[in-house]
């Protein structure tokens, strides 16, 4: 894509300085206006519109040098610089290189802003046909940053997978060879163990793929009352395991929001599967719906071992673990909160926490209600 702006502006940029150049011709050997009609043919108004338009609109910085050095054109994306620090290292770096290009060769080169924000800006420098030169200047921070987290993340699947798979050939070959009844029992269970473990990063790797991906959304009418009964029997048996008990209170009659059925319980099973998880044996989740402007917020609050205030920001993120032993423990997989958050952005909502460390935590997640959504709607506004 960005390979084709930058062909199609360089063949625009050797038509614009051709029409530049020519253009400061006309000025001074201007045609009277009946001679101009006897030199130009009739004929109709060009259907392509004025190149120089054409580049002022580009999403990236075109610079246009004469043979003689003389800059002729500058589109106003390549003077968002101007005048900042940046625009000055941009200025040196650019010059060489349309130098470079002033000789008949192509280059580049990528300036590196510290910032914050980090920036990554490229300029790269070609010769026109006829003469002069153009560089390009692409923002390419975005598509750096973007690598940086993919790769990340196949660094964290491999090593959120290889734990389990490693632990499951250590037991196996432990096995291997063993007779004593009670050592094969006690490593199959292990065994058992890792083996979901794997499973269920694997699963909801795939849930988080399939909900990132924008996965077909589907939009219909879902009762609130129906998501969190969905959600909490998805949390039944580990409550169970840990003897807590999940309350629900007030559902406001009719509650409903426009969205995904199976993504909102996915959401709303993660938020209580947590609460039971990080509550202390014998302990109470509660779980209440309220209106609010707009938005149906479902609240899910326990009085579990909370998270340290420092970590509030991070925990959305993939993998992140406040405790990773106690994750380990109650088999999470640290991906459940992306999994929230991801749902929220799709329907135009957002997941909100608040919690002490030792005093317990509520989340809120908060989803347009199917009447905004239709008012937007009417409004001409996307969701
Ligand atoms: P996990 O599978 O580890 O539970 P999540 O993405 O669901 O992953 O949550 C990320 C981390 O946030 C958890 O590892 C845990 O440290 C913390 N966390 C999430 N919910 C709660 C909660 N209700 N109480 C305390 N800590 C929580």
């Known amino acids: 894509m960005t390979i084709a702006i930058a062909a199609i502006s360089c063949a625009l940029a050797g038509i614009t300085i051709g029409l530049i150049i020519a253009r400061r011709l006309g000025d001074t050997t201007r045609a009277t206006p009946a001679t101009q009609a006897a030199l130009q043919p009739e004929r109709p108004a060009p259907p392509w519109p004025d190149y120089v338009q054409v580049l002022d609109q580009l999403p990236i910085g075109i610079v246009i040098v004469a043979p003689d050095r003389a800059t002729v054109y500058r589109n106003p994306w390549a003077t968002t610089f101007g005048g900042t620090h940046a625009g000055v290292l941009l200025d040196a770096m650019m010059e060489p290189l349309l130098e470079q290009a002033l000789v008949g060769e192509h280059a580049r080169q990528v300036l590196e802003l510290y910032g914050p924000p980090r920036r990554s800006i490229a300029v790269a420098s070609s010769p026109l046909p006829g003469g002069g030169a153009l560089a390009s200047i692409q923002d390419e921070s975005e598509r750096r940053r973007i690598d940086a987290v993919r790769t990340d993340f196949v660094a964290n699947i491999s090593h959120e997978l290889k734990t389990p798979v490693g632990a499951l050939a250590v037991l196996a070959e432990t096995l291997v060879g063993e007779t004593d009844p009670e050592v094969i029992d ?48 998805r949390a039944r048996q580990i409550g169970e395991q840990r003897n807590i008990h999940v309350e629900v209170l007030d559902i406001p009659k009719g509650a409903a929001v426009v969205g995904d059925r199976r993504q909102l319980v996915s959401a709303l099973g993660n938020l209580v599967e947590n609460a039971v998880k990080y509550s202390e044996p014998g302990g109470e989740v509660q779980v209440r719906v309220r209106a609010d402007d707009g938005f149906m917020e479902m609240m899910v609050a326990d009085r579990g071992i909370g998270i340290p205030a420092r970590d509030h920001d991070r925990i ?28 929220a952005d799709n329907h135009g909502g957002e997941v909100l926490v608040s919690s002490r460390e030792g005093e317990g935590s509520t989340f809120v997640l908060r989803i347009p209600t199917s009447s905004r959504v239709e008012a937007l709607r009417q409004q001409g506004v996307r969701q």
């Open 186 to 233: 006690r490593v199959a269970e292990r065994m058992v163990e890792d083996a979901h473990r794997a499973a269920r990063t694997i699963d909801d790797l795939l849930e988080l793929a399939g909900i990132e991906m924008g996965e077909a959304l589907v939009r219909e009418r879902v009762d609130v009352a129906d998501v969190i009964a969905e959600s909490i029997s």
């Open 316 to 343: 959305f993120e993939r993998f992140y673990r406040v405790d990773r032993a106690r994750s380990r423990d109650t088999g999470g997989t640290g991906l459940g909160l992306s999994i929230v958050r991801h749902v």
